[in-house]
């Protein structure tokens, strides 16, 4: 589990923005857009474990994949 450094009021301030910045992006784009965001934040954290525990909490729970 990821320890919280957040408060709820600014994981929601977060959250606000990613999908402000995100629906502001072409849809066709959005892929790109959220793999450059997470290559921006992987370099301001700066530990490739910490990374590493990211990518598994984000995709923990995600249920199943759809079918191509």
Known sequence: MIPKKLSTAELE???D???DAIDA???D???VFLA???LVLANMVGSPGQVAA???AAA???GP???D
């Open 36 to 38: 450059k965001l997470a």
């Open 65 to 67: 994949r759809p079918a």
């Open 60 to 62: 923990a729970n995600l």
């Open 29 to 31: 784009q959005r892929e």
């Open 13 to 15: 301030a977060v959250y």
């Open 25 to 27: 992006v072409p849809q």
């Open 54 to 56: 990211a990518v598994k």
């Open 17 to 19: 923005l990613l999908s």
